[in-house]
């Protein structure tokens, strides 16, 4: 499984569970903190389902903050409001889950490209996108400054240590 960051970086997984995990952990820790005070000056997650993001129509240029507002998803975020929290630095990190679900080439490439210009406007928004390692090709993403990362399997004695920490 492959992941790539920037500024801090995400893992895809081989069996697509792992890396879908990682990207809902992020968002969950975030929903979870109880204190309204520590929550508001941690970045808000938000995550994007690149597959959806890749079959989406719509008239014009497709951009990450449109998708959230305008796309049929659960959530409903009012128009402006990404905006707002994208021009305060660290407000936002962008979770994109599922490179490799984009099985068309060509769309696949224009999604690299929204994430390269994404990257590039917002450039105090830390990114993490996740993807299969298989047919993930990494250079357009190393150019655009992305660090990658790959999430091992756990061996026994891991998973226990693991385990028995998430308890305490």
């Not at 808000?44 to 989406?56: A, E, K």
């Amino acid at each position: 499984m492959a992941v790539a960051g920037k500024p801090p970086a995400g893992n895809p997984g081989r069996s697509g569970v792992r890396k879908s995990s990682l990207i809902r952990y992020l968002a969950l820790r975030w929903s979870s903190i109880v204190d309204r005070s520590t929550r508001e000056v941690q970045p808000i997650p938000l995550v994007i389902d690149l597959g959806r993001y890749g079959h989406w129509k719509c008239d014009g240029r497709k951009g990450f903050v449109r998708f959230l507002e305008e796309a049929p998803v659960w959530h409903d975020w009012p128009r402006g409001l990404l905006e707002r929290l994208l021009a305060q630095p660290g407000r936002i990190v962008l979770l994109l889950d599922g490179l490799d679900e984009i099985f068309d080439p060509q769309t696949r490439e224009e999604v690299v490209n929204d994430i390269q210009r994404f990257s590039t406007e917002q450039t105090q928004t830390p990114i993490v996108v996740t993807s299969r390692i298989v047919g993930y090709q990494s250079q357009r993403l190393r150019d655009a400054e992305f660090r990658h990362f790959m999430l091992q399997d756990l061996d026994a004695a891991q998973i226990d240590a693991f385990i028995d920490r998430w308890h305490e």
